[in-house]
């Protein structure tokens, strides 16, 4: 394969995106130069490609998990997790802040959606820290903490990196776990340092406390049972997002949460956004099987040969946290990880690690500028404009690529979990 032939179908990419072109026009409008210029396939394989790319049944999972997401953010369970955490914590210096930052790791063994947790936590506890301590850390931390929905299991995230390089999704899910808590640590260690409030003599209201887990009781139990199911044996990663789903809508009626007559409208919103992640998923498996049909993958690892492990780690964080800034999170994934396993295998990097890296990276493109979607959804709750939210937002990005070091070059924190599965 001559690697000058594929520059064209990168080109065209990134040109379609720049003019605002639709993320999955630009994949596909590339795929089709690949397949007609450089492999001389016919036109039918588009078809196949993106069918089959949609039939994987591990994608089952997606719509349930993100279906759960919608109900909970559409009803008042987020405050109900919330209100666990601030009542505990109230004595603690910086204890509202890392509330809501434990919560947001909580909601993302729910819900698997960082937007979702950017909409639900902007709403409810916001106004609060910005009272306590001040806007700027109230704003960033509740667009950054989102993120951790996409780190911390289950999360739709690794359901595609899963799909996409063919690694178990199970697996994936109980290797987020130290990394989300690292991260954790990390903010929450943060947030103590530069927390205004200092710790008080007040006493934590004990009957307050126990109202409040009371309340949250049908939120806890949720990751429990998904995960529990999952790692027990008794459901797939699938039927586990199909009894979240349930659940999530069955105590949101129950609990008065939402009205009947809102259940059709959460459904909308699900479908409307499963679409785009099946949209992207197809035009992204195209795409991927042209880049292989040209031997694109092979002609990588080859070139990658004679950089060391190091150096290529140090390269694909880069990367990926430029492409993170730009790309939806999906179609990056489904473009690159492909593309980029072959050689990370080659260089010693176990897969698994390579999709943690993969996922924590984007989930930082996820609150960057330009792109960063839980800046868009945190405009539109909050009201505030791009450039003071990415001003609040600088501390806790390098908060994240500190974390992000550390995953990277300690393999344990992503293995050692999986490792005791086997």
Partial sequence: MNPVEIIPAFIILLGLMLLNFPIYTAILSSGLYLMIFVNDMPLQSIFTAMFEGVTNSSLMAIPFFV????????????????????????????????????????FGAISGSPPAATAVFS???????????????ATGLVVSAAGLSSIIPPSVTMIIYGVATETSISTMFIAGILPGLLIVAVIGIYLIIVSRRRATTEKVNWGEVGRAWLRGIPVLILPVGVLGGIYGGFVTPTEAGALSAIYCCVASLLMRDIRPQD?????KEGLRTVGQVFVLIASSAFFARALTVSQFPQWLTGYFEDYGKIQFLLLLN??????????????????????????????????????????????????????????????SVLGYDMKYISKCLIPYILLYIVSLLLI?????ISTFLPGLLT
């Fill in 318 to 379: 880069v990367l990926l946290l430029v492409v993170g800034c730009f790309f939806d999170t999906s179609a990056a994934i489904l473009i690159l990880a492909p593309m980029l396993l072959p050689p990370a295998v080659a260089l010693g990097i176990d897969p698994i690690h390579l999709g943690i890296i993969f996922v924590v990276n984007l989930v930082i493109g996820m609150f960057t500028p330009p792109f960063g979607l839980n800046i868009f959804v945190a405009q």
């Fill in 123 to 137: 709403k409810i506890i916001h106004g609060p820290i910005a009272k306590e301590e001040n806007d700027r850390m």
């Fill in 408 to 412: 990277t070059f300690i393999e344990p």
């Fill in 67 to 106: 279906l759960a997401g919608c109900f909970i953010s559409s009803g008042q369970l987020g405050k109900r997790l919330m209100d666990c955490f601030s009542t505990l914590l109230r004595g603690v210096r910086g204890g509202l802040p890392i509330a809501c930052l434990v919560a947001n790791a909580l």
């Fill in 263 to 267: 259940t059709l409208r959460v459904l």
